[in-house]
């Protein structure tokens, strides 16, 4: 498959996932003809042309998910930096119309990392949201209000090298979770983080959890563990735009020196033997870029784990509603549970369960 077929398959999965019709979705995709840098035609041009007809009709969010494609799947080039901007200035724009969604920007050896958050206070759990390799943060975002009214000190964020996110993804990036729980400690109760954390950032979260206790609770989405990273045999499979966005995410000058960096994110089963949290993990039976053995791995490892599957490639975009109404509530059971445990107890709610 070409590289503009495969952004175009790629981009009717994300726009369903973003809440998009596949019929405008496919509208959209018939007028580009190519990838290639100020033409009209082009990927970026035309995704942006229809964020600012939404823009211009007063749909700012409709705005922000046009945008977001027109800068999918990363902001390499001029015209996908310039829709980058567009996205975050737009939707800054429309949480101004709302009541307390606040930005947040924090600084790491002169990179940096932005925020969405809303409901902060100190008597408040935090519930940390990221993303994957390909989703901004302005994705998630329009979920702040609803968090809020459910009670959490709500942030939305992106993984090391998405968006806003000027940091390098690496090996150690899941240091940079316990950060932002310093940054945010006088803002939310940070010892008891819920992590809301999909696909790539969901490997993050259970990678921190293990020597973070502030962390609690990790729900994830299609998140790979250990094969994707280690398994030689699985990466043919691997779509070429997952690949060449690591690739750019990492900092990796080709393909071949990812793949030797790649083994070095494997969690281990002791590392993952460790963790004494709820994990919730959404997996797609069709996943075209996490192999099933990712579950097989948490299953025969951790304590306290549940599943949902969803008959559907990765992410499962044809079931938003029916995943998120059971990561929602997931979370508030386990936030209900949780306040007969003992403070500063991390021992499992209810045995290994799938």
């Given amino acids: 498959m070409d590289h503009l077929e495969e952004l175009k398959e ?30 009209v035609g082009s990927w970026a041009a035309v995704w942006t042309a229809e964020g600012r007809a939404a823009a211009e009709r007063g749909d700012l969010l409709d705005a922000c998910r046009h945008y977001a494609l027109a800068r999918f799947p990363y902001h390499g080039d001029p015209d996908r930096r310039r829709a980058q901007r567009l996205c975050v200035d737009t939707f800054d724009q429309w949480r ?51 968090l809020r009214r459910l009670g959490w000190a709500a942030v939305v964020t992106e993984l ?6 000027t940091l390098t993804y690496g090996p150690d990036s899941w240091r940079t979770l316990g950060l932002l729980l310093d940054h945010l400690a006088d803002r939310a109760r940070v010892d008891d983080t819920s992590m809301l954390a999909l696909s790539f950032s969901g490997h993050l979260a259970l990678r921190a959890a293990v020597e973070d206790p502030r962390i609690r609770r990790v729900l994830t989405v299609g998140a790979p563990v250990a094969a994707f990273f ?8 691997v779509p070429g735009i997952t690949a060449d966005t690591l690739r750019r995410l990492t900092g990796s000058d080709d393909l071949t020196q990812l793949h030797a960096l790649l083994p070095e994110f494997a969690l281990t089963p002791k590392q993952l033997g460790q963790l004494r949290i709820p994990v919730r993990y959404v997996a797609s039976s069709r996943d075209e ?16 784990v549940r599943f949902r599957t969803f008959d559907d490639v990765h992410g499962s975009p044809a079931h938003l509603g029916a995943m998120r109404r059971w990561l929602i509530t997931q979370l508030l059971w386990l936030r209900v549970a949780r306040r007969g445990a003992r403070p500063g107890s991390r021992a499992p709610l209810g045995g290994r369960v799938a």
């Fill in 289 to 304: 870029i996490i192999p099933d053995t990712e579950r097989t791995l948490l299953r025969d490892t951790l304590h306290d």
């Fill in 160 to 165: 090391p090298g998405v968006g806003e996110n």
């Fill in 10 to 39: 790629f981009a009717r999965l994300h726009a369903r996932g973003q809440g998009m019709t596949p019929e405008h979705a496919t509208r959209v995709l018939a007028r580009i003809t190519n990838d290639t840098t100020g033409d």
């Fill in 230 to 237: 280690a398994d030689r045999t699985w990466w043919p499979r």
């Fill in 96 to 146: 101004r119309g709302q009541d307390g969604i606040e930005r947040l920007e924090f600084d790491h050896g002169g990179e940096t990392v932005a925020c969405w958050a809303a409901g902060l206070g100190r008597s408040r759990p935090l519930l940390l949201v990221m993303g994957g390799i390909v989703s901004v943060k302005e994705q998630w975002a329009p979920l702040l209000p609803l």
